[in-house]
């Protein structure tokens, strides 16, 4: 297989509530601002030189590889859908959080409905469609960039749940650490093209994605 990218994945917490006050509308401080997106969306760029855009709690870490004019649309598209994604999941949280069941009624928005179709099987124990929003913010990104020719493949993580796009002789490599403050790894996932694994969930401990 060809390049492998490590990831430290920790176990993140995604909801749709106020972030902590010192991280709204501020990145990490390894984060290079290169714009102001609509609706207080913010985008900046890490030193590993992986894209980060963060809107109120949802903080996505993107990472894209290909033909350089491909990488730099790819993230241009990301970064214009990007902005509206919290503003479509907020009108919906009534529905996205109530106890998932059959006869709902069916969100409107692409995001919102791939959260109720995520938790739909699972219709007959308590589950909300909430458990599945950092995952299907992460799809979603992750199908954006894919959608421009010319990659060799795409990660977003967010808050931990990670999505990923790879093409032949791709891998995506995850380093696993056991407690949040952890740094180093204690093990590793790698997922070759030929699985048909396209991304990683690590909701841990208290964790609510």
């Given amino acids: 297989m060809e390049r492998t990218q490590s990831v430290a994945v920790e176990a993140g917490r995604q909801a749709l509530s106020p972030a ?36 109120g709690p949802i903080n996505l870490i993107v990472g894209v590889e290909g033909v350089p004019g491909a990488v730099r649309d790819a993230e241009s598209a990301l970064m214009n859908v990007f902005p509206r994604w919290l503003g479509e999941l907020v009108t919906e949280l009534p529905r996205l959080r109530q106890a998932q069941a059959p006869g709902l009624q069916r969100p409107t928005g692409p995001i919102a409905r791939r959260m109720v ?51 032949p002789r ?34 841990g401990w208290r964790g609510r994605s």
């Avoid at 902590?20 to 030189?49: K, Q, V, Y």
């Fill in 117 to 167: 179709e995520a938790v739909r099987p699972f219709d007959a124990v308590f589950i909300t469609p909430m458990a599945a929003v950092a995952g299907a913010v992460a799809d979603a990104a992750v199908n954006v960039l894919s959608d421009q020719s010319g990659l060799r493949r795409a990660w977003v993580n967010n808050g931990g749940d990670i999505a990923m796009f790879l093409t």
């Fill in 20 to 55: 902590p006050a010192h991280t709204m509308g501020h990145p990490p401080g390894a984060a290079r601002r290169i714009a102001d997106l609509p609706n207080g969306a913010f985008a900046g760029r890490l030193e590993s030189g992986e894209l980060f855009l963060q809107h």
């Fill in 170 to 203: 791709q891998s995506f490599r995850a380093g696993v650490v056991s407690t949040h403050n952890g740094a180093d790894c204690d093990g590793w996932i790698e997922v070759p093209y030929e699985w048909p694994v396209r991304g990683i969930a690590t909701s």
